[in-house]
């Protein structure tokens, strides 16, 4: 079954849409998927879906209670679906962002966030991210279903200013 294309949310940087980086042809894919309200096989039926490679977890814990989900037992069903998995816990929201989001302040958050961007530990797994993302197809992944309230958009458009990535976010079907 293939992912309908309307269930995608099609985020362009500026420069890109613009064509100020390079031909929209150049430019790669970098999609996003969150995994709120929706099951393990769900979520690997849209990536698989979507052809992705490479799944690229951004969550600072990634742990779930929602079956499946976790690191390891998600890097297995990923594995089943011919889907590797990149764990990198540097390219996750720091404790009082995560709390800032829980009580609604994005705002808060993505100001927390964009300050923890510039760590040792976020530049250095934004590089292994962006390497990553140009040997094979990739989705980043974080728990949020819109991605406008989620960091993982954040980390897409600080690869796409680095590399030419067109951001995708995938809306998996329940």
Known sequence: MKTN?????????????????CPPDK???LYTIGYEGVTAEALCRSLKDAGVKLLIDVRA?????????????LATKLAENGIQYLGLKG?????EGREAARKGRTAEMRRIFYTYLETEDAQRDMHVAIKAARQQISCLLCFEHAPQSC?????????SEQENFGIVHLNPAI
């Open 27 to 29: 430019v790669r894919t």
């Open 5 to 21: 294309p309307l269930k995608r949310l099609i985020i362009r940087p500026r420069a890109i849409r613009e064509n100020k980086i």
């Open 91 to 95: 390219l996750g929201t720091p404790a």
């Open 151 to 159: 960091h993982r958009l954040m980390v897409a458009e600080k690869m």
């Open 61 to 73: 814990v990634p742990l779930s209670r929602k079956p499946g989900l976790s690191k390891n037992k």
